[in-house]
C-alpha cells in the first residue's frame, strides 16, 4: 500500500503487510528468488548491489501479492466441503447432507468443486475414501469388509469393485504390492 506518495525531491513510500510466519505459496518461485539475491551478493559485478535489491523488491512483492490474496467463494465452499469429508468420510453422506449442513444449494457446491478440484463431490468422496482405504490395506491386517466399513462404505463387493475400477488392481493386489515394498 502507498504510504506517501512521490514527490519531485522524495521517492514514494510503501507499508506492506507480510505475516512474519505461515505458509509460503509457489515455494519454488520464492527459493529461486532467495537463491538470486544470495548468488548475487557473491559476484563483484558493478551492478550487484542494483540487481540484488531489485531481485529482493521482487521477493517483497511476490510475498506481498500472496498475503493480501483472497480466496475466492469457490475456494472457500470446496475447503468446507473438504473439511467435511475428512471429519464424516468413515459416516454415510450425500450431497444433500452436505448441502443442508452447510446451507449451500447441491449444484452451486458441485460446480464450486469443479471450479477448484477438478472434480465433484461424489468423485473426491470415493478418492478421499479410496485414499484412507489404501492406507489401512497397506499398514493393516484388517479384512477388506472392514477396511470398507471404515471408510464408510457398507457392502465389501462394491467397495472392491469401485477400488479395482479406480486403482485398476483389487484390494488384495493392492495389499500385496505394498507389503512387497
Known amino acids: 500500500m502507498i504510504e506517501k506518495e512521490a514527490t519531485y525531491t522524495e521517492p514514494i513510500q510503501y507499508r506492506l503487510s507480510i505475516r512474519q ?4 505459496k509457489q515455494r519454488e518461485r520464492v527459493e529461486q528468488l532467495l537463491s538470486q539475491i544470495v548468488e548475487q551478493s557473491i559476484r563483484r559485478d558493478i551492478d550487484q548491489p542494483l540487481r540484488q535489491l531489485l531481485l529482493f523488491i521482487e521477493f517483497l512483492w511476490h510475498l506481498q501479492k500472496q498475503e493480501l490474496s483472497v480466496p475466492s467463494a469457490s475456494e472457500q465452499i470446496s475447503a468446507a466441503v473438504v473439511a467435511y469429508i475428512e471429519k464424516h468420510f468413515s459416516e454415510p453422506i450425500t450431497l444433500d447432507m452436505l448441502a443442508q449442513e452447510l446451507r449451500f444449494h447441491p449444484d452451486y457446491i458441485t460446480r464450486c468443486m469443479q471450479k477448484t478440484m477438478g472434480m465433484g463431490f461424489s468423485r473426491y468422496l470415493a478418492h478421499y475414501r479410496l485414499s484412507k482405504a489404501k492406507q489401512w490395506l497397506a499398514e ?8 470398507a466399513k471404515r471408510v464408510g462404505i457398507d457392502d465389501g463387493a462394491y467397495f472392491s469393485r469401485l477400488f479395482k475400477k479406480v486403482e485398476g488392481i483389487t484390494p488384495t493386489e493392492y495389499r500385496r504390492m505394498a507389503r512387497r515394498n
Open 21 to 24: 510466519y505461515g505458509e509460503v
Open 140 to 147: 493393516t491386517n484388517e479384512t477388506i469388509e472392514a477396511i
